[in-house]
């Protein structure tokens, strides 16, 4: 009878585990797949303080949407892509996103504008079961997940991290140019305090203190009062985490003081933009990087003939974030194409968490996600802005 009774008692609790909470199970969506189509979301600043970043973006998805659709699609299905302008507001972010998942029916947000406008949306993704998939921002929070909430499972990022590409960034000019007095002068938001957070890691890891820490709110022009603080504290080496106007803005200022300090740049620095406009005043910025930048004179092959189709369509160079958003998309099909013909959500989840390697065309480290990790890589180069161009210093760096 004991024998019967424990039997029953086994039986009884496995059928408990197969009857788990919902909440136990990453919830996919399913919405916006058909035979005929895969319809896809992203949100940009088309409008705002960084629409130089949001436009190009914009512009490398759309070409990379038209390049999957002439192939003939993902297994089939065209892509179609529902473009929002957030204008950097995370208020503006938030409808976007609930019109997307409502009204258009999204199965994916692609590429997504913006810490604070990434961040405030991305419950309602998450809610309605839909991937948050490399978006542009590289704070932790759209990689690090807590396995105890399983719909976080759903935010994948293939861009170089704040966090860790600072630390690399600075570990080498640190040790290369044995600075003694490093600071940093940082956006007053989730973007700036993860270079931030990068910043005082690893200077803690190396003993170091810092010599000033500063901060402006995002949107800000004048950056007399920093600049002077911080000269005022016999800073060698400053730190910026800043995006493009912010950057030439500091270093213009630094210019007028007579101030010869080494500048090092977080990630969104490292643009075409800030030597096309910052000119004289951003000669020798250094920044973190994730890529070689290409220009169209010295590109060769694939590339070459990318940067000269980009020209043609949209009548203007391309540029560091119309490589980001064209990189976006293509990942984005390669796993698509890995889940197979009989698309599920579950079937990308899966294939994203595969372990199979994208490779660009930019010669960009690979992506490879798994089950525990959904940050593409970090590995970390150190470019320099040498006559009026971004120049290769070291690659491979880490921290």
Not at 126 to 135: I, R, S
Not at 226 to 239: E, N, P, R
Request: charged share 25%; hydrophobic share 40%; aromatic share 8%.
């Amino acid at each position: 009878m004991s024998r019967l009774l424990s039997a029953l008692g086994l039986a009884v609790g496995a059928l408990a585990l197969t009857h788990l909470p919902a909440a136990a199970q990453t919830k996919v969506t399913n919405e916006g797949i058909s035979p005929t189509e895969i319809v896809i979301g992203t949100h940009q600043d088309l409008s705002g303080p960084i629409k130089v970043w949001g436009v190009p973006v914009s512009n490398g998805m759309k070409m990379a949407v038209e390049e999957v659709n002439a192939a003939g699609g993902i297994q089939g299905r065209k892509l179609r892509m529902i473009l929002e302008d957030n204008g950097y507001d995370p208020k503006k972010a938030v409808l976007a996103s609930q019109k997307m998942v409502e009204r258009d029916k999204i199965f994916a947000m692609i590429g997504a504008m913006g810490s604070p406008t990434v961040l405030a949306a991305q419950d309602i993704l998450f809610d309605a079961g839909v991937l948050q998939l490399f978006p542009l921002t590289a704070a932790e929070f759209t990689f690090k997940f807590d396995p105890s909430k399983p719909q976080e499972r759903l935010k994948f990022n293939n861009l170089l991290p704040y966090v860790e590409s600072t630390r690399a960034a600075l570990k080498y000019m640190m040790e290369a140019k044995s600075f003694k007095k490093p600071c940093i002068m940082h956006q007053d938001d989730e973007y700036g305090k993860n270079v931030l957070d990068g910043f005082n890691l690893q200077l803690a890891a190396m003993k170091i203190a810092p010599a000033s820490i500063t901060s402006y709110k995002r949107g800000a022009s004048d950056f007399s009062a920093q600049i002077a603080k911080m000269k005022s504290d016999g800073c060698d080496l400053v730190v910026l985490g800043t995006i493009i106007r912010e950057t030439i803005g500091a270093m213009s200022e630094a210019r007028k003081l007579g101030w010869d300090v080494t500048f090092l740049g977080a990630t969104p620095t490292n643009v075409l933009e800030v030597p096309t406009l910052g000119k004289e005043a951003v000669e020798g910025l250094y920044a973190a990087s994730g890529f070689e930048i290409p220009y169209e004179d010295t590109a060769k092959g694939k590339v070459k003939v990318w940067l000269v189709d980009y020209k043609k369509e949209f009548g203007t160079d391309a540029n560091t974030q119309a490589i980001i958003g064209y990189n976006a998309i293509m990942t984005f099909a390669y796993y698509v194409d890995k889940a197979g013909k009989d698309l599920t959500g579950q079937k990308v989840l899966d294939a994203l968490e595969s372990g199979d390697k994208f490779y660009d065309i930019f010669n960009s480290p690979p992506t490879k996600f798994s089950k525990t990790d959904h940050l593409a890589n970090t590995e970390t180069q150190v470019q320099q802005i040498q006559k009026g161009r971004w120049v290769l210093i070291k690659d491979t760096l880490s921290f």
